[in-house]
């Protein structure tokens, strides 16, 4: 029999946590819930879901979902989570998985209290060479860590005409690119090498201190509708409010490893060019790795005293103990989707065996790495309004 689920919030990453789920032939995504009636009806018409609800609440409260995936504005991941646990159900949620440490401590005890899964959808970890460059750590092949480098670049919000809920402090957080995509470089960061980050000292940048907010809403990525797509307005009407903005568009973040290795990462999403690209490289005694999100299905060795290699992805030339992560055969590229399969497989693989009933150590990320992505862009945010270095 299938797990039903029930998807809260239907705009770009809903649908593709929506997506995700059907490919794995046992979840019935029975439901989803907008942020009015007359939305989640036509979202659940176009995508073919039996019951849509405008409220949360109701979807929270069905007795037939058992586990609620949440794909809102960040503000109202607590309220969610919290609700949904207290009704029986297991979490999937979206980072950041709250705003406050405190908040993100308290669903770890509720989860744990009440016998759930509590899960956060740093789906990049799942990209197979991303997999694959871990198990070299962990094997060794690449020796003891001497620095991580890494870079996260996006150009979405590139003009002052760009707007998004994500820039809005309450609605998206007191961090906007840190917690967007910093935290999945900073996760990954402590994922693929073993090692925590200790401490951290960071500048951070607002370009855009004045945005234009348009009187409709716009989706994620896409162009607002007054703009040429250039940044330009269409009209000489008043079509936007301007809007103060607090947020940064930019971070650079030095790193210092509990192990003493060292690190740099910047963050930013107003880079012209580079529409979603996470790069990392990881310096080690041995030899070095690097990877790359726009061509994810090349992993790059390099060497001192040999010719660097680059390592296309084919399970048969994987680890054997990661290349479950390869859906396909060699030639055959995988991408941004896969990534969201394979962490939902391993979460509802755990649900359905009932591993979280017996103490089985999760593969997935929970609730706990949750927590800690809160705690790091916490000491990032203390760090550049310091100006100083900042232990995590």
């Not at 967007?180 to 402590?190: K, Q, V």
């Not at 310096?283 to 690097?290: L, T």
Request: charge should be negative; include cysteine; hydrophobic fraction near 40%.
């Amino acid at each position: 029999m299938k797990i039903k689920a029930g998807v809260i919030g239907t705009g770009f990453i809903g649908e593709a946590h929506i997506e995700a789920l059907r490919r794995l032939g046992m979840v019935d995504v029975a439901a989803i819930a907008g942020s009015n009636s007359r939305r989640a009806g036509e979202n659940a018409e176009r995508l073919g879901i039996a019951q849509a609800y405008g409220d949360w609440r109701e979807l929270v409260h069905d007795p037939a979902i058992q586990v609620v995936h949440i794909c809102t504005p960040n503000h109202l991941h607590f309220e969610i989570a919290e609700a949904a646990l207290q009704s029986g159900k297991h979490v999937i949620c979206e980072k950041p998985l709250v705003f406050h440490a405190d908040e993100a401590r308290k669903l770890i005890r509720l989860a744990e209290d009440r016998g759930l899964v509590g899960a956060i959808h740093f789906n990049l970890r799942y990209y197979p060479l991303v997999q694959q460059a871990r198990a070299m750590m962990i094997k060794g092949e690449i020796g003891r860590m001497l620095a991580f480098g890494g870079s996260y670049l996006q150009d979405w919000l590139f003009h002052d005409t760009d707007y998004n809920w994500r820039i809005e402090p309450g609605i998206g957080g007191p961090s906007r690119a840190m917690a967007d995509i910093g935290s999945h470089l900073l996760d990954l960061a402590e994922y693929v090498s073993g090692e925590r980050i200790k401490a951290v000292c960071a500048q951070l940048a607002n370009f855009h201190p004045i945005r234009k907010k348009p009187l409709q809403a716009v989706k994620t990525y896409t162009v607002s509708e007054m703009s040429d797509g250039n940044g330009e307005l269409l009209s000489n009407e008043p079509e936007y409010e301007e809007i103060p903005i607090g947020t940064e568009d930019y971070a650079s973040v030095l790193l210092e490893f509990e192990s003493g290795a060292r690190g740099s990462v910047t963050v930013n999403q107003v880079a012209a060019g580079n529409k979603n690209q996470l790069r990392f490289e990881i310096n080690g005694s041995a030899c070095s790795v690097g990877w790359q999100s726009e061509n994810p299905n090349e992993l790059w060795i390099g060497w001192r005293d040999r010719p660097n290699e680059r390592l296309v992805k084919d399970p048969q030339l994987m680890d054997a103990s990661v290349k479950s992560t390869a859906s396909y055969p060699g030639g055959h590229s995988e991408g941004f989707p896969d990534t969201s399969k394979q962490l939902f497989r391993q979460v509802y693989d755990n649900i359905m065996r009932e591993d979280y009933k017996h103490g089985v150590k999760p593969a997935f990320p929970t609730f706990e790495d949750g927590l800690r992505e809160i705690e790091l862009c916490d000491a990032v945010l203390r760090s550049a309004e310091s100006r100083q270095w900042m232990n995590v």
